[in-house]
Every structure is written in C-alpha cells, then in structure tokens.
C-alpha cells in the first residue's frame, strides 16, 4: 500500500490506460492527422503564393525583331488577360508567350484587363509589363488594351480616372472603347467596366459600337472586352454585357470576342454565330465549373495563340509549358 | 524497460510527429506538379518547415522517452499512458495546425487587391506564431493527460490501492 514520498503515484480515479482507451484516442488522432492533413494542404494550396508572393523569374529570352508577317489575308496574334500581378504565374505565362513566338512569331498582343493589381500602373509598370513582356517590348510586338475592374476597384473616382489615363498613355490609346485594324481583322475593343445600359457614357458607347460594326468591312471582326457575357467561373456571367454586347456582335457578324475577369479558360459554343472567350488566368487562378454554353472550360494558367489565314481562324489555349488545351479553327462568318 | 527499448519508442514517437508534420507537403507538392497556384518549390520555405518539423520531432522524441521513464516509476500505470498522452497531443496538434492557413487566409486573402507579398511580414509572423502555439498547445494537453495520472499524492502515500484500480478497469 506504501509509498515513498518521491514516488509519483496515481490519483483517486486513475487507472493505467487500457487498450480501448489507447485504441480511441490513436483512430482520434489519426482522424485529425488525416482530415487536418488535407484541409491543411487544401488551404495553403489556395494562398496564392504563385500569384504575387513569389516574384519568380523573367524570361530571359532575346527573339527576333519584327519576325511576323501580316498581311492583308493573314496574322497572327496572342491574348491575354488578368496578367498584372508581378508575381511568379505572371512570369511563367509571359516565358511561354516568348518561346511561342519564337516558334510561331507574332505582332500583336490583346490585354483584356486588369494589368496592374495591388497598385497603378505607373508604380509596377516595370514589374508587370515591362519585365515580363520585355522579349516582345523588344520585338517590337503591338498591345491592344481593354480596361479592366480592378484599375478601378481600389481608387477613388478621380484616382481611377486617372488610372485609366495613365494606362491609355502608356499603351497610346485613344480611348476606353476604340477599333485597330490589324491585317484582315478588325478589333472591337469595348470599356464593359461601366454598365452599358445605364451607366454614365454606356448608351453612347453602344450606339458607337453599333456605328463602327456596321461601317466595317473587315473579313474579321474580333471583339475585346475584361468582362465576359458567358463565364462558368468565379464571378460567372456578366449579363449586362450579355443583353447589350451579344445582340450587336451577333447582328453584326462579329466572330469571335475575347474576354477575361474571371481566372480561367473557357470557350463557349457559338451564340448566335459569335464564339466567347474567357482567357482570364495570365497570372491567377480560379475554379470554373462549365456550363450549358461552354464547348471547353479549364482552370489553368493560360494565354491564346490565334492565327487567321484567309477565311479560316486557328485559335488555341496555351498553358505555361507550352500545352494546347484546347483548339478550334473558325470559318469567317463574312465569307458564309 | 530498458533504456535502448525507451530510446526506440521516443524514435518512433519523434519519427510520427515528422511525418504528422509533413505529409501534407506531399498533397501540396503533387497539387503543384499538375501546375497548381500553391506549390511550395520554394527550397527556402520548404526547408525551414522541414527544419521544424524535424526539431519539433526530436523534441516529441525526447519527452516520450521522459514520460516512458515516468511512467514506470508510477505504480499502476503503463506504456500505453504515455502513448495515449502522445495520441491526444497529435491530435491536438493537428486541429490548432489546421487553423494557421485558416487564419492566414482570413486575415490576408480576402480581399482580392491586396498583395500578399507587401504584407509577408505578417504572413511569417502567422506561420510562426500558428506552428509554436499549437505545439505548445498539443503539449499541454498532452502534460496535463498524464500529468494527472503521475500527480504525486500530497501524503506521500498511494490513495488508491491496486485493488481498486484493477476493479475500475
């Protein structure tokens, strides 16, 4: 019954532990090994270290100058939207738009939006634009610039204002909605930031759309615009854009319009004549789920690769290795 | 026991702390690998968690070899104790670890116009104060489980004869 004082002993309810109890608490533990385990992995997955905490690399890549040919039946030109992170994506996506061109060399570039996050464009034009695109910049590669929300998103009304400007000077736009002529095609490039319907300079801006759609004569006509008429994604489908946009682009034989806003690739089935875009994961990434529109749909970084050759239009995703995921050739809807 | 059989326990003990720790790691990576945002390829971060992990086990390994030799001393009481200790801290472990990317991605991810590398400061701070306080944490209640199994009698003597103890098995 004794004990020395130095002895540790048990107390009143104490027992030594059986090997039910030894059994419950190890299945517990293993429980919350495995289920803290994953939703662990499955958050820190979910941190966007690759969008802006990793600076990553820029290429370091020199390619020809000039290399393209355009012409009046024929270019080749890329796409690319939601890129301005400055973090490592950003430069994984801009490495292969250049080993792209080396192998298949293009002159123009459609942003689609949102080139600068986390600041204006005149702080991080170095650290989003010119060292990731430095390759292009000097293969003397044109851009074409739609606006996209988040050059607004965190400014006051004036400083967005000046946000805007400052990207149109910077890529020597006239405008928030403007037309370029590249080749055979004409670009439509449209400020779907505003409500179209309602918002101040929407009405105006659809009533210059529907002017310069039917006074163009281009065998292809290409919409740009940041936010999509038809999206699975995160933010989904912006159906302003949808009620407005998609009526005048089908009416007047636009063929295909590209998009971003929402982090992924997805390409729909013609609507009413006109294929949509989604090319939204330059730099971020977001789920996309597919829907009754959708002919294809993935969340993985991405640009577009589009090359017209007289009636015919190649268009295809690529991801950062240099992956086509997917690829459609489109017939001109003027030559039908 | 002796001490060889003690060590190969705190061995193992120290051994399944690292891989609680790590294996998660291996979902990261492989998500990484199809081209996913959160790959932790940066040698940097991975290996100052390993460095953890790999401290936190020495450290597990260690107390289990303490808490085998405490219980041995105790009347009544066996290997399985300090075993049931080093489960209930595992598992305690895991639930407070689980919070950290929880916190960090409240706290810092939300809002889709903020960076996160102008704010790494509080991410490091996070990561570092999330993995010590769970640790601490899981030790705790781990300390506690079996502290009150060793609780030394105030008299110096045993209040609870084995015959009773066996009859409340």
Redo the contacts between chains.
């Keep these: 019954?004794?004990?020395?004082?130095?002895?540790?002993?048990?107390?009143?309810?104490?027992?030594?532990?059986?090997?039910r109890?030894?059994l419950g608490?190890?299945g517990?533990?293993l429980?919350?090994?495995l289920?803290?385990?994953?939703?662990?992995?499955?958050?820190?997955?979910?941190?966007?270290?690759?969008?802006?905490?990793?600076?990553g690399t820029p290429p370091d890549i020199v390619l020809e100058r000039d290399a393209w040919a355009t012409t009046g039946e024929s270019i080749t030109f890329a796409v690319l939207g939601d890129n301005g992170t400055g973090?490592r994506?950003q430069m994984d996506v801009a490495r292969q738009m250049a080993r792209t061109y080396q192998a298949t060399p293009y002159g123009l570039v459609l942003l689609a939006g949102d080139i600068s996050?986390?600041?204006s464009i005149d702080d991080r034009w170095d650290e989003v634009f010119v060292e990731p695109y430095r390759p292009l910049i000097d293969a003397g590669v044109e851009w074409e610039l739609a606006i996209g929300n988040?050059e607004l998103?965190?400014k006051k009304s004036d400083d967005a204002a000046a946000e805007i400007d400052a990207q149109l000077r910077r890529f020597g736009k006239p405008g928030t909605y403007y037309t370029a002529r590249h080749g055979p095609m004409e670009v439509f490039v449209l400020d779907s930031t505003i409500p179209l319907s309602t918002g101040e300079g929407g009405p105006e801006q659809l009533a210059w759309l529907e002017s310069a759609l039917a006074a163009s004569d281009a065998r292809w006509k290409v919409g740009l615009m940041h936010q999509p008429p038809y999206s699975s994604g995160n933010h989904g489908s912006h159906l302003e854009v949808r009620d407005a946009v998609q009526p005048l682009f089908a009416r007047y034989g636009v063929d295909i319009a590209f998009t971003g806003h929402d982090h992924h690739y997805e390409r729909t089935t013609a609507q009413d004549g006109v294929v949509w875009i989604v090319s939204g994961a330059g730099a971020?990434?977001t789920r996309v789920d597919g829907a009754d529109f959708t002919a294809h749909a993935e969340s993985?970084?991405q640009f577009m690769l589009v090359r017209i050759d007289g009636d015919a239009m190649d268009v295809r995703a690529i991801?950062?290795?240099g992956t086509v995921i997917d690829q459609v050739t489109l017939r001109a809807r003027s030559a039908s | 026991m002796s001490s060889r059989r003690r060590l190969a326990h705190g061995v193992v003990a120290g051994l399944g702390v690292f891989l609680v720790d790590v294996w998660p790691l291996l979902l990261i990576w492989r998500a990484g690998a199809s081209g996913a945002v959160g790959d932790l390829s940066e040698m940097r971060f991975l290996g100052v968690g390993v460095a953890y992990s790999i401290g936190l086990a020495v450290l597990s390994g260690t107390l289990m070899i303490i808490a085998l030799r405490r219980a041995e001393a105790s009347p009544g009481l066996g290997r399985l104790d300090p075993w049931g200790a080093y489960a209930l801290g595992i598992g305690v472990y895991n639930l407070a670890l689980t919070a950290v990317p929880a916190l960090i991605y409240w706290m810092l991810l939300t809002d889709e116009n903020e960076s996160l590398r102008s704010r790494s400061w509080l991410l490091y701070l996070l990561w570092v104060a999330g993995h010590v306080g769970a640790a601490v944490v899981a030790l705790l209640a781990a300390r506690g489980f079996l502290g009150r199994r060793l609780a030394p009698s105030p008299s110096g003597v045993a209040v609870s004869p084995p015959e009773t103890v066996e009859s409340l098995r």
């Design positions: 019954m004794g004990a020395s004082s130095d002895v540790p002993t048990r107390v009143p309810d104490g027992a030594a532990f059986s090997r109890g030894m608490l190890v517990g533990g429980l919350t090994v289920a803290g385990g994953s939703v662990r992995a499955f958050l820190y997955e979910r941190l966007r270290w690759g969008e802006d905490f990793f600076p973090g994506n996050y986390y600041g988040h998103s965190e971020k990434l993985t970084l991801t950062t290795d």
